[in-house]
């Protein structure tokens, strides 16, 4: 399981913006994808004017969106055939990111059950200053990945 085409294909995408996925939010985020592995994706971002509340920082929503986008892409690669979605996203917002700043988001798997798949992951600045870290997790749907609209091996 740990050598599949998502992953493989994944894997090809590496130092890439991922902009062409099913997921429009995510597309809308613009990370560039900086590593991946089975049960692991690292993505960065760029905070942007348009991610930010009134005062140049980071809003808590696109925190959120960050971390939920990096879980998902990086449960995509598993290499299950269905779609799986999150059930719970629980996030400790532990410092400020400002505008400007580059982020770098890494989701890890911590358990891969039959149905539900546990993850945690970390927003952290170029210092390795932990800004907000989230644990999710993520069910089994009844949709086929082939399903999905757009390019699925850009899927995140």
């Known amino acids: 399981m740990e050598d599949n085409l998502f992953l493989r294909d994944y894997k090809k ?19 560039v994808l900086r590593e991946v592995e089975y049960g692991r994706m690292v993505m960065e ?13 980071l809003h808590g929503g696109v925190a959120s969106l960050m971390l939920d986008d990096v879980i998902g892409g990086a449960n995509f690669v598993t290499g ?17 990111a400002h505008l400007g700043e580059k982020l770098t988001v890494e989701a890890k798997l911590l358990r891969n059950g039959r149905n539900v798949n ?6 952290t600045n170029a210092k390795g200053k932990i800004i907000a870290k989230a644990s999710s997790n993520l069910i089994v749907t ?15």
């Open 80 to 96: 299950n055939e269905y779609l799986m979605t999150s059930i719970n996203l629980n996030i400790d917002f532990l410092a400020a």
């Open 13 to 31: 995408l590496i130092g890439t913006t991922i902009d062409k996925s099913p997921s429009k939010a995510g597309n809308w985020l613009a990370g």
């Open 45 to 57: 971002y760029t905070v942007r004017e348009e991610m930010c509340n009134p005062g140049n920082i």
């Open 142 to 156: 009844q949709v086929p990945i082939s399903s999905l609209g757009g390019d699925s091996s850009r899927e995140n």
């Open 118 to 123: 546990h993850w945690m992951a970390e927003i």
